[in-house]
């Protein structure tokens, strides 16, 4: 069973920075497409950017272009995302997810972390 851990969540203020860790428990990450999917109250899971395998092209969806940037270190066996200029509509619980797919589309996702929460104050 594929196992992935999110870290690297918690409460910063409007205008701040966070980087999310997302490490293979078990496998290896490199062999598969890596993307980072948030989840607020109320809203749909949204697709926010992905990272291919083993070009290691990425995809970012428009509202967190030119803030958030999706990087593999695979010696470490570990994705990142880190989010700068941080604002409070970014406040939900961040997942990663693994699939043989190069895509921001949760269904083509089988394998799933449990989820790291990020708070954006104003």
């Known amino acids: 069973q594929l196992q992935l851990e999110e870290s690297g969540g918690g409460s910063v203020q409007s205008g701040g920075s966070l980087r999310l860790s997302c490490a293979g428990l078990?496998?290896?990450?490199?062999?598969?497409?890596i993307g980072w999917f948030r989840q607020a109250p109320g809203k749909k899971r949204e697709g926010l950017a992905c990272?291919?395998?083993?070009?290691?092209?990425?995809y970012y969806t428009d509202s967190v272009k030119g803030r958030f940037t999706i990087s593999r270190e695979n010696v470490r066996n570990t994705v990142y995302l880190q989010m700068n200029n941080l604002k409070p509509e970014d406040t939900a619980v961040y997942y990663c997810?693994?699939?043989?797919?190069?895509?921001?589309?949760?269904?083509?996702?089988?394998?799933w972390g449990r989820g790291t929460q990020v708070t954006v104050s104003s």
């Open positions: 997810a693994a699939s043989q797919y190069y895509s921001t589309l949760s269904s083509r996702y089988d394998y």
């Open positions: 078990g496998f290896a990450l490199e062999a598969y497409a």
């Open positions: 990272i291919s395998s083993p070009d290691a092209s990425t």
